[in-house]
């Protein structure tokens, strides 16, 4: 489509319209019907409307899913750091689609958005532990260290569950894309997670204190 476009502007129409260079619409139709205007329609609009609809119901579903944190943790902060994570499932979804060789779909989107909520529940898992087990005095990348050990286990097997139950529709010409979203953006996301929580933490709540030698951290 932005090939055509370009060959549009380039193509010579003097001799056709007077030199007037049609103009190129994505969507909606022409508001001026005395210029020539060349319009995407068909699959291209069924997909820009979905897109379109789906963007912002998942902003809705971040902003339903941030005021709930509010309430849970009683901070503006905390679920900023809860969020995070979201953004890296792009990681994993876009290698995963590259690696299949499949285009970002409509059932990828939603894919996206439903890996939104399993995402934030591992970070919740995480930010909650943190939360808890901080005691005043203790060194907070100790803290830190303790809820990675202690979490990545349940935080795993909550993503495997989610990624074998994937693996079920990847090859299925429809559905593919919101496998490979739900597979490899669970798969970044999650090894993910558990570092930049921690880092956001070191970043926004660092106590200066380190680990001695008599810090155990149970595996």
């Known amino acids: 489509m932005a090939a055509i476009g370009d060959k549009i502007k ?5 001799a056709i319209t007077g030199g007037a260079v049609p103009d190129v ?6 508001e001026d019907e005395s210029k020539t205007t060349v319009l995407w329609d068909g699959e291209w609009e069924v997909t820009y409307v979905t897109f379109r609809d789906m963007g912002a119901a998942f902003m809705v579903a971040l902003m339903g899913i941030y005021f709930l ?9 905390v679920p900023l750091v809860v ?25 990828s989107m939603i894919g996206f958005i ?18 808890h087990q901080h005691e005043p005095g203790q060194p907070l990348r100790k803290t830190l260290l303790m809820a990675g050990a202690i979490r990545f286990k349940p935080i795993l097997l909550t993503a495997v569950a ?28 999650t090894l993910l997670t558990v570092l930049v929580i921690p880092a956001i933490y070191i970043v926004m709540k660092d106590d200066g204190k380190l680990l001695d030698e008599k810090s155990n951290i149970p595996l």
């Open 162 to 189: 989610a990624m074998i139950g994937a693996v079920v529709i990847l090859f299925d010409p429809i559905f593919q894309g919101l496998a490979i979203s739900l597979l490899f953006g669970l798969l970044s996301s």
């Open 83 to 107: 969020l995070s994570p979201v953004p890296l499932t792009f990681i994993g979804i876009m290698i995963g689609h590259w690696l299949f060789g499949a285009p970002f779909s409509a059932t």
């Open 10 to 14: 380039a193509y010579d129409w003097s």
């Open 114 to 131: 439903a890996l939104a909520g399993i995402i934030v529940r591992n970070s919740i898992l995480l930010v909650d532990f943190i939360r």
């Open 69 to 77: 944190v509010v309430a849970q943790f009683g901070s503006f902060r």
């Open 25 to 30: 619409s994505l969507h909606g139709q022409p």
